[in-house]
């Protein structure tokens, strides 16, 4: 059963000015971020940008140094019991007692959670073909990962946070299975939130999207928003150039001679426009994919941050 929400604006998390540091290093820098509730969002970035100690903040592994973490209008780090009842997790590399056989350790952890669904972790377990007889030291990665997914999905949770679940599920439970996963449980009002550095899978299932990229949020927003205010137009010139010109919102070009590429922010008219002033014939466009977006956003230097 689906809890009554307490926290505002049907923000599930609310994450403001979030700044984290590890000695000298910078890991999360004046974070900004909401995820509504029944979305499914995606934060994307390299390995390294600050997606896990984001994650660990709104777990409330990680207490907020400066700034404010919100999960479900509590402070996470402050009542941990309270939000991880609500919240499934599924770890990188889940930590899991390997001398438990698989179905005792499905009724160990049921005894944390009241809302456990015996039949539902019976049927994941069938459609990830778990031996539940097996000792958890006995499995293979991919295996252990379809354990912690069980673990982290058998409660029903508001929340399901899922950390990198690519790096441990094979292309089968990740594309299939996870997916259909997903679209159920944001179907049923719930929310879902994962990190990845594959951005065509972030693509094929997030509707909102964080990038991070050396602890800042670059953009923040819906997918569909964010598909459609960037734009890649291929301009052709009279004659070869040595540069491309300068583009009001252009982020990144590719290209030599007398052809260009150009990624775009903007109104599609006004870019057409100011491409034709610099003198060029736009030949070619369409949408970017989110991994273009990425990379002329990582890219380019002194882009100014995008807020929701
Ligand atoms: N406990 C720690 N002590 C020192 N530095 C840390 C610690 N945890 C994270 N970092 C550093 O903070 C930065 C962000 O790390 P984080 O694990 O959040 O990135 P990530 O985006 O999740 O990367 P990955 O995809 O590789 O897991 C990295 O430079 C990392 O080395």
């Known amino acids: 059963m689906v809890a009554v929400l307490s926290e505002s604006d049907g923000n599930v998390i609310e994450v403001a000015g979030l700044t984290r540091r ?3 290093k910078v890991a999360l820098d004046d974070v900004r971020l909401t995820v509504p509730r029944g979305t499914v969002f995606g934060l994307v970035g390299v390995n390294g940008a600050g997606k896990t100690t984001l ?3 709104v777990l409330g592994l990680l207490r907020a140094a400066r700034g404010s973490v919100r999960v479900f209008g509590h402070d996470p780090a402050a009542d941990p019991a309270g939000v991880l009842v609500r919240v499934g997790y599924l770890s990188e590399e889940p930590d899991l007692p390997g001398w438990m056989r698989v179905g005792a ?3 160990y952890t049921r005894a944390f959670y009241p809302s456990w669904d015996s039949a539902f972790a019976e049927e994941l377990s069938r459609s990830f ?9 006995h499995l293979s990665k991919g295996q252990r990962a379809r354990v912690g997914l069980v673990l982290a999905l058998a409660h029903r949770p508001e929340l399901l946070v899922l950390d990198e679940p690519s790096s441990g599920l094979d292309p089968i439970v990740r594309q299939d299975i996870l997916g259909a996963i997903i679209r159920t449980i944001a179907e049923e009002g719930r929310t879902v939130v994962f990190s990845s550095h594959l951005l065509h899978e ?3 299932v997030a509707d909102r999207v964080a990038l ?6 670059v953009f923040s927003g819906a997918l569909d928003q964010i598909k459609g205010t960037h734009h890649r137009l291929t301009l052709r010139f009279p004659e070869p150039r040595p540069h491309p010109p300068t583009l009001a919102g252009a982020l990144a070009w590719e290209g030599r ?3 260009w590429v150009a990624l775009c922010s903007g109104r599609l008219g006004e870019l057409r426009a100011a491409a034709v002033a610099c ?3 736009v030949v070619g466009q369409r949408v970017p994919s989110l991994d273009e977006i990425f990379v002329a956003r990582v890219g380019t230097k002194g882009s100014e941050p995008v807020k929701e």
Request: aromatic share 6%; proline share 3%.
């Open 22 to 24: 590890f000695g000298p």
């Open 55 to 57: 994650i660990k903040h």
């Open 105 to 107: 350790l499905f009724r």
């Open 129 to 137: 073909a778990l031996d539940l007889a097996v000792k958890v030291k």
């Open 202 to 204: 972030v693509e094929r």
């Open 212 to 217: 991070i990229d050396r602890g800042r949020v």
């Open 257 to 259: 001679g007398a052809e």
């Open 279 to 281: 003198g060029a014939e």
